[in-house]
């Protein structure tokens, strides 16, 4: 290494000690660290312990725990469940928090609010509040930057050499942003409209780059590359088995390779009882709907695309989200590979409901200058941050300032960019409003999970025959399967069960039947013959795990 970059390391070192952490990122105090969540998660759980309980689904390469909390009371097996699952992405805390808020409004409700303790009652909430607890712990660093990539050791840039050439804080503020340097032949230019930011060269508008854009950092490995082999890793949001991307940064070597997703997965195939899953994510569905551009599935190919059947229910959800949640104009949704959403859809079977945990105001509510871009406007959603950060917490933008740079001394370098964390995260005492819209979503949503009601005939045959008669009936308003759930053959079909006493005798109709799918509002029937005394009893049940189960009684007569 030069002498010019041991100096230039020692100066940023000396820089980094004399800053404290809140000092840097003040627009993050508030938010949960590792250890401030494990407390909150522990006193809930002391403190409401009918209702909360939490467990560990293992451990993470650095030790730390992946904390579950099972909300609701009287567990069973038998009761329909959701799962609520953030930091799927490690610089999203504001998922985090929602998940907290979400848990301790609950619990603190339950045997007051009667419409909660109904829900609670009869609906368990599995809620995984951080997947990725090493990478997310980089907001608490001493150098901060946007970390996605778990603690395993990887050699990302397949030199031999692991995490050789990661981020370096040039100008010692403790924040890795980025680096603008002036050179004729890159790819960007100085935004017109905003000068903070920075817009690639159309050549179709003849326009011409005037600089180069890289994260803040040094060629530690001299490949005339910069910060390619940071610590790390494996992006759990990548690594999950659908559209799975093999060598692509970040996938990790096989799919589910990682503690993280290994524990996720292996817990959700465990509870047969999970009915749908949400996760806060870029990699949304709520404000963006999926849809089936691909028509008619193929027989013995892969699905690839929401089946048809399935499409409009997300429609209608993504509808119900935005009436109590809203929308986010020029939000564009994120169609990521190995990505948690699609698989719990895809391989899994479930519902899988996503929304980003908050974005930045929409146009409507920001100034004029923002709103005469085109629609079109590849920075559109970096105007809104910007401008909503300039007039809330200046701070989160770190303001371009030219520093020497020892990879360029001949040419014009300056650092500055979004500070790390702020894009996803907005001060905590802004959520009061946001937590409760997502909490009124989460009640809804289990509010419209598939409910069975059972109702039972007896006709007498003569001759101590009769005839019972079953109509079951979806009281929901989501079926009670998917269409995929149905063609996966994993997720457990509704069940007729007929109990009959020792003394009594099937004569037509089978003791144990498998039903179809049931749509919301819908119904159907099932009927047995049956031979016994007058005055003896019938037992009829029916449910599934992830829809719950229904039992009920008849007296022959």
């Not at 930057?145 to 050699?155: E, G």
């Not at 790390?232 to 990548?238: E, I, K, L, R, S």
């Not at 190995?338 to 479930?350: D, I, K, T, V």
């Not at 009769?466 to 994993?490: D, H, M």
Request: proline share 6%; charged share 20%.
């Amino acid at each position: 290494m030069s002498h010019d970059k041991i100096y230039f390391f020692a100066a940023s070192f000396a820089l980094i000690l004399c800053t404290t952490l809140y000092s840097r990122l003040p627009s993050l105090a508030g938010y949960s660290n590792y250890n401030d969540l494990t407390t909150s998660l522990q006193d809930l759980a002391r403190h409401y312990p009918e209702v909360v309980k939490i467990e560990s689904l293992g451990k993470t390469l650095q030790s730390r725990d992946l904390w579950l909390v099972q909300l609701g009371v009287r567990s069973s097996a038998e009761k329909p469940a959701i799962l609520l699952v953030g930091g799927v992405e490690a610089d999203d805390v504001t998922s985090t928090e929602l998940c907290l808020r979400f848990i301790k409004t609950s619990a603190q409700s339950y045997g007051r609010v009667d419409s909660i303790t109904v829900i609670l009652d009869r609906v368990i909430f599995y809620v995984l509040p951080r997947v990725n607890p090493d990478a997310t712990e980089q907001l608490w660093a001493p150098v901060v930057y946007d970390r996605l990539l778990n603690a395993r050791p990887m050699d990302l840039d397949f030199d031999g050499e692991v995490s050789e050439d990661g981020y370096d804080d040039l100008n010692g503020d403790g924040l890795i942003t980025n680096m603008r340097i002036a050179d004729p032949a890159g790819e960007w230019l100085i935004d017109s409209l905003h000068p903070r930011l920075m817009r690639k060269a159309d050549p179709t508008r003849n326009e011409l780059g005037a600089y180069r854009v890289v994260t803040e950092g040094l060629d530690n490995d001299f490949d005339g590359r910069w910060n390619e082999d940071p610590a790390g890793g494996v992006d759990v949001n990548q690594n999950f088995s659908f559209n799975y991307q093999p060598f692509a940064p970040g996938s990790g070597p096989h799919p589910v390779s990682e503690s993280e997703t290994r524990a996720v997965a292996d817990f959700l195939f465990a509870r047969e009882n999970i009915a749908a899953v949400f996760s806060f994510s870029l990699n949304e569905n709520l404000l963006h709907p999926w849809e089936n551009h691909k028509g008619k599935v193929e027989p013995h190919k892969p699905v690839t695309a929401v089946l048809p059947q399935d499409a409009a229910y997300y429609r209608f959800i993504s509808n119900q989200f935005k009436k109590i949640i809203g929308s986010a104009d020029g939000l564009e949704p994120k169609r990521g590979s190995g990505n948690f959403s699609e698989w719990a859809y895809y391989h899994y079977g479930r519902w899988s409901f996503s929304a980003p945990a908050w974005w930045p105001p929409s146009m409507h509510s920001i100034d004029d200058s923002i709103k005469q871009v085109v629609t079109d406007d590849p920075l559109r959603q970096e105007r809104q941050l910007l401008q909503w950060t300039m007039a809330s917490r200046p701070a989160a933008f770190v303001e371009w300032t030219e520093i020497r740079h020892p990879d360029f001394p001949e040419q014009k370098v300056e650092i500055g960019g979004f500070a790390p964390g702020m894009t996803k995260n907005p001060p905590v005492d802004s959520l009061t409003i946001l937590a409760e819209k997502y909490g009124a979503f989460f009640y809804q949503l289990a509010n419209l999970l598939p409910r069975i009601n059972l109702y039972l005939k007896v006709e007498s045959l003569g001759q101590q025959v009769f005839r019972i008669s079953a109509t079951i009936k979806n009281c929901g308003s989501l079926p009670t399967t998917s269409e995929l759930g149905q063609q996966s053959q994993w997720v457990r079909k509704l069940k007729t069960e007929l109990i009959l006493d020792h003394d009594q005798k099937m004569i037509s109709g089978t003791r144990f039947s498998l039903l179809s799918a049931i749509a919301g509002g819908s119904a159907q029937a099932h009927s047995w013959l049956v031979q016994g005394k007058i005055g003896s009893e019938i037992t009829v049940r029916v449910g599934s795990p992830p829809v719950g189960f229904v039992t009920e009684k008849v007296i022959l007569k």
